[in-house]
């Protein structure tokens, strides 16, 4: 079994920051990419930034130039850092990973319980 936990969220004014965690433990051989999401009651689960083994990150269009995703592949963690948040960020954040449990096997995804981010004054 694969388990993904979620920390770093809470509540901050408008222009914080905060930093999310995401700790992947269980039968891992490797994790091709790592990401996160986010979901606001009564709309979709939006993809927030994905990222690969290597380096480079993908973002939504919302949060480019504010948000930066990176990895400790030897930690089995996912980090995001968020900058100048406003209250259009405030959500639920889920934490995924793709992960392949052993050298022939496809990979397969996994999500955190999430963290809420709370951008209020």
């Known amino acids: 079994q694969v388990q993904l936990v979620e920390s770093g969220g809470g509540l901050v004014q408008p222009g914080g920051s905060l930093r999310l965690s995401c700790v992947a433990s269980?039968?891992?051989?490797?994790?091709?990419?790592m990401g996160w999401y986010r979901r606001v009651p009564g709309k979709q689960r939006e993809l927030v930034a994905t990222?690969?083994?290597?380096?480079?990150?993908n973002y939504a269009d919302s949060v480019k130039g504010r948000f930066t995703i990176s990895r400790d592949n030897a930690k089995n963690t996912v980090y995001l850092q968020m900058n100048s948040l406003s209250p259009e960020d405030t959500a639920v954040y889920y934490c995924?990973?793709?992960?392949?449990?052993?050298?022939?096997?496809?990979?397969?995804?996994?999500w955190g319980q999430g963290t809420q981010v709370t951008v209020s004054s």
């Open positions: 995924y990973a793709a992960v392949r449990k052993n050298y022939n096997s496809a990979s397969f995804d996994y």
């Open positions: 269980g039968i891992i051989f490797s994790i091709p990419a």
């Open positions: 990222m690969p083994t290597g380096n480079g990150g």
